[in-house]
């Protein structure tokens, strides 16, 4: 189902300029509210927000779920909100963790002499990896 709740400007501002927040003031607690979504499965409205605004066609995600049926309602209503294609673990830049953690062996790395690079990727790409565990 298309969110038609979600401003994908103001919202997704709103969003981005909380998690910059977060970001700068790791001991500050910061809240995602105030969102009309209405997700499936009663997904955290926080996390999918976060998802809303920071996928696009450029940045790949994972569902890891072990209900095959639920990983993938989710992520065709994450497909049909951002635009943005699922990925397996190997080289999703999100993961949305919605039971048990993946094998952390499996995830895309960088390296410390190298952090701009990713494991196994071009050179010069940069790492991106993030966990939305709910």
């Not at 309602?73 to 909100?81: D, F, G, R, V």
């Not at 190997?90 to 390296?111: N, Q, R, T």
């Amino acid at each position: 189902m298309k969110e038609t709740n979600f401003d994908m400007v103001f919202d997704s501002q709103r969003i981005f300029r909380i998690l910059l927040d977060a970001f700068a003031r790791p001991a500050k607690i910061n809240e995602i509210k105030d969102l009309k979504i209405m997700p499936p499965l009663n997904i955290s409205k926080a996390s999918l927000g976060i998802l809303f605004t920071l996928l696009d066609l450029e940045v790949g995600f994972c569902v890891w779920c072990p209900d095959e049926q639920k990983k993938e309602k989710i992520e065709k209503y994450i497909m049909l909100n951002t635009e943005s294609i699922p990925k397996n673990l190997e080289s999703a830049d999100f993961i949305l963790v919605l039971e048990d953690s993946p094998d952390l062996k499996k995830i895309k790395k960088g390296s410390l002499d190298f952090f701009w690079t990713v494991a196994g990727g071009r050179g010069g790409q940069k790492p991106r990896q993030y966990w939305i565990t709910i």
